[in-house]
């Protein structure tokens, strides 16, 4: 064990011996899970009758990462899943900020921002509103790590089975969202021509706009498309292309009529919930906008492999990741709203003695309430040291010390 997983270790176990973990709710029946500092394996298929026994192993073993199951079964510690007979599971929401767009050029503080916020438009726009699960239903945990959980343990979703909880991934992502269910047609007839095999009916198909009462995809895609009308109305066609790639090969005079049919019928469209005023090719414009360019926008962020696994273990509430340091901290929606990661989930148990460390390049940071900017050797305190030899932008000691004692 290397001199950087020492100290950690060592950090960890003062933690533990000082904070239990919090126990998730019938505990009996969960499996647990575990990696360590000092060997190469992940031991799972464990259960703990008492709350007692699992701080003891924790302070003994000093887990670098720990885990638990968010099934239910009967016998969480048999070696084989079929042996453990599941009984049911939590409905879980992984968000994790490695998946972002761009993630490898953010800094640490601005990849939680980012996810903090994809996890307040999943709760707000899915959880509690489309799905209709209250915040009593929905438990946050901080992850420790990179990211937000969502927990929801209600009666209703436990016997859920995989391919339930991968339709509601499925709603949540808009994958396979049926764009003439939101838009539908509306066929009336104009006219009948008479054939040399009888009577041929002509019909107008002009798509409808969902009404303002509508919930869910259509009532998002309503508001959607009143923000397109206004893009078209009001941007200059080069932008339009620009922001719409769905239209980027249009030419200019095209997106210039689609401008002039659009505004024509701006006030209307709305007030009768029909395209019938536009031109059908500027109406089928419209609605592949709304499928391309504007639907993938109205999404939430989620992991989606997690969901749908009814066997998963998860990060346990109150314990520390290990590549960080930081404690995976259960919170309220009011708390994510300001919820910041190096100010909050820094457990007490760290100090603020000096610690010498090494930084492999320039760290710029701000954690319970100072502002860090680090380069080479330094000291910095304890609390800092812990979560920058966790991300390893940071060797504990100083390497000049290092280099000495081999002489």
């Known amino acids: 064990m290397d001199a950087n997983s020492r100290f950690l270790l060592k950090s960890f176990r003062k933690y533990y011996k000082e904070n239990p973990p919090i126990m998730p709710d019938r505990f009996t029946k969960r499996e647990f899970g575990f990696m360590f500092f000092d060997r190469q394996m992940v031991q799972r298929h464990m259960g703990f009758p008492t709350p007692e026994e699992l701080n003891r192993f924790m302070i003994a073993q000093v887990p670098s990462h720990s885990y638990y199951s968010t099934a239910y079964y009967r016998k969480p510690s048999a070696p084989t899943m079929e042996e453990k007979e599941w009984l049911g599971a939590e409905l879980i929401f992984d968000l994790d900020a490695d998946h972002l767009e761009g993630a490898d050029k953010m800094s640490y503080s601005e990849m939680m921002i980012k996810i903090r916020d994809e996890m307040i438009n999943l709760t707000d726009s899915f959880l509690f509103s489309d799905l ?11 992850s420790g790590g990179r990211g937000y959980h969502a927990h929801i343990p209600s009666q209703e979703v436990l016997t859920l089975g995989t391919y339930e909880r991968r339709e509601l991934v499925d709603y949540i992502t808009c994958s396979g969202l049926n764009i003439d269910w939101v838009f539908p047609f509306h066929k009336v007839a104009t006219s009948q021509v008479k054939t040399a095999t009888g009577t041929r009916t002509n019909v107008a198909k002009d798509r409808l706009i969902p009404d303002s009462e509508a919930g869910g995809w259509r009532g998002r895609m309503r508001v959607g498309l009143m923000d397109l ?3 078209v109305c009001d941007l200059d066609p080069k932008v339009l292309r620009k922001i719409y790639p769905s239209i980027s090969a249009s030419k200019t005079a095209t997106v210039i009529k689609l401008q002039e049919d659009v505004k024509a019928s701006r006030k209307v469209l709305f007030e009768k919930n029909t395209m019938a ?6 109406q089928e414009t419209l609605v592949k906008i709304m499928k391309e360019d504007i639907a993938p926008t109205l999404t939430a962020e989620v992991d ?4 749908p696994d009814i066997k998963r273990i998860i990060r346990l509430p109150g314990s520390i990741h290990g590549k960080t340091g930081l404690r995976v ?3 309220t929606r009011d708390e994510l709203t300001d919820f910041d990661p190096l100010q909050s989930a820094v ?3 760290y100090s603020d003695e000096p610690v010498k460390i090494t930084l ?5 940071f701000d954690m319970k309430g100072e502002h860090f900017k680090l380069s080479g050797e330094t000291e910095v305190p304890e609390f800092a040291a812990i979560f920058l030899v966790g991300r390893r932008v940071a060797d504990y000691g100083y390497l000049s010390e290092k280099k000495e004692s081999l002489f």
């Open 132 to 142: 209709g699960f209250s915040e009593k239903d929905v438990h946050i945990t901080f």
């Open 229 to 231: 009308v206004n893009d």
């Open 277 to 282: 005023t536009l031109d059908r090719n500027n």
């Open 304 to 307: 989606k492999p997690v969901t």
């Open 329 to 331: 901290t259960p919170i």
């Open 347 to 349: 457990p007490s148990a």
């Open 360 to 364: 492999k390049k320039g760290y710029e």
